[in-house]
Every structure is written in C-alpha cells, then in structure tokens.
C-alpha cells in the first residue's frame, strides 16, 4: 500500500492507504493503481508506459502556483503513453486565486487508445476576487485532447467546468 507521493517506476499493483499530498508520476507499464476511494492532493501523470489504470478515487490539485504550474492538468496522460484507462475518478481543480493567472485543466491526454470512464470533472476557474479585477485568467478546460492523441474515449462521465469550456483540443 502506498502512504506517500512517489514515482511509480516497477509494474504491479497499488493501493492508497491514506489521503496523500504530493504528486504521483508512473513510468512504468502495467499499473494497476487503485486510489482506493481517498484523496490525492496533488496531479498525476502516467508517461513512457502502456496498460496504465488509475481508479477509483479524487485528486484535488491545489491552485496553481505560477503561470507554468497552471499549464499542468490534474491528471496528464503523455504522448509516450499507450492504453491508460481513468476510470472513477472525481478531478475537482482548486480555483486560480492570482490576476492573470489561468485555471488548471481537469486531464490533459496527449496519450493513444485512452479510456475516461465514470469520471466526474472540475476544471479550476478563476476566484470570484481575482475575476472583478482588471486582468482576471482563463479558467481550466475539463479535457483537453492533444493534437498527437488518438483513439481516445469518454464514457459515462460529468464534465464541468468554471472558466473555459468542457473539452477542447
């Protein structure tokens, strides 16, 4: 069982114990990572891996922290990813709390033959404070499919947003 973020780098099975702030990056195929119905403060990432899963649970990023940090999903599955499934997921993304800062995106899959299923999807927006004031962000798309994405699939999922729109790409 896993206590604390890490990098996920040997194939297998795991399983959040606990609540856990911080960041989880697998690099690995054949993951089965069952968030076990707790809470993930941080993002996601799968990369250079095939036959991913990731289930079962909410990742809460905090608001982002600069314009680069705002650039980062919640959950990202990259282009070197092949078959990751996101299945079960609650992505609720803190709201922006600086001027001209934009929202952070729900799942960003740059990845091919990805499954979104059963997941329900918040995109940060912009606080109520930072929006009345002269140069407010952009809030957060709820997916975004990158150019090089392929095969991709959403099913049974709630998409919503507070700033930019539901999908885009």
């Known amino acids: 069982a896993l206590v604390r973020a890490t990098t996920i780098s040997s194939s297998g099975n795991y399983c959040l114990a606990n609540d856990v702030t911080g960041d989880f990056v697998i690099t690995t195929s054949c993951v089965y990572f069952d968030l076990n119905s707790h809470c993930v403060t941080g993002k996601i990432t799968v990369q250079t891996s095939n036959d991913v899963v990731v289930a079962n649970g909410h990742v809460n990023p ?94 049974n999922c709630v998409i919503q947003n507070t700033g930019a729109g539901g999908l885009a790409t």
């Open 62 to 155: 905090a608001a982002p922290s600069s314009t680069n940090d705002a650039a980062q999903a919640a959950v990202t599955v990259a282009a070197t990813a092949n078959f990751a499934v996101l299945n079960n997921l609650t992505i609720a993304c803190a709201n922006t709390t600086a001027t001209s800062r934009n929202g952070r995106a729900g799942i960003n899959d740059a990845g091919n033959n990805t499954q979104i299923l059963g997941c329900t999807i918040t995109s940060g927006g912009v606080d109520s404070t930072v929006a009345a004031s002269a140069t407010p962000g952009a809030g957060g798309s709820g997916v975004i499919f990158a150019s090089d994405a392929t095969n991709c699939l959403i099913r």
